[in-house]
């Protein structure tokens, strides 16, 4: 069975940085697309960020601020946030998708069949 296991998130002043985790177990994790979305209170869940094997992905209010990486050997995948604002304040999810490339699908929860716990960011301003 399929598990992912967030860390990281809290509490952080605007302008400032957080970096979550994301540990998967239990499928083979190198090839596989993982993303990020997040929820904000009252708001429907919202694709902040992915990436497959060709292509990394993003909305455009997260771009020069996020980056998502990955290391296969601990089949963890990393969304590191910089330079905060108090919008990004949200729960956050990490996603591993069925496919290797996303393509056009990047953004739909749908393409997306695992997901952790979530992980509360909040930044105050």
């Known amino acids: 069975q399929v598990q992912l296991v967030q860390s990281g998130g809290g509490l952080v002043q605007a302008g400032g940085s957080l970096r979550l985790s994301c540990a998967a177990s239990?499928?083979?994790?190198?090839?596989?697309?993982m993303g990020w979305f997040r929820q904000a209170p009252g708001q429907e869940r919202e694709f902040v960020i992915s990436?497959?094997?060709?292509?990394?992905y993003y909305i455009d209010s997260v771009k020069g601020r996020f980056t998502i990486s990955r290391d296969n050997a601990k089949n963890t995948v990393y969304l590191q946030m910089n330079s905060l604002k108090p919008e990004d304040t949200a729960v956050y999810y990490c996603?591993?998708?069925?496919?290797?490339?996303?393509?056009?699908?990047?953004?739909?929860?749908?393409?997306?069949?695992?997901w952790g716990q979530g992980t509360q960011v909040t930044v105050s301003s």
């Open positions: 996603a591993q998708a069925r496919t290797y490339y996303l393509g056009r699908n990047y953004d739909s929860s749908a393409s997306y069949d695992y």
């Open positions: 990436k497959d094997e060709v292509n990394v």
């Open positions: 239990g499928r083979t994790f190198s090839s596989l697309a």
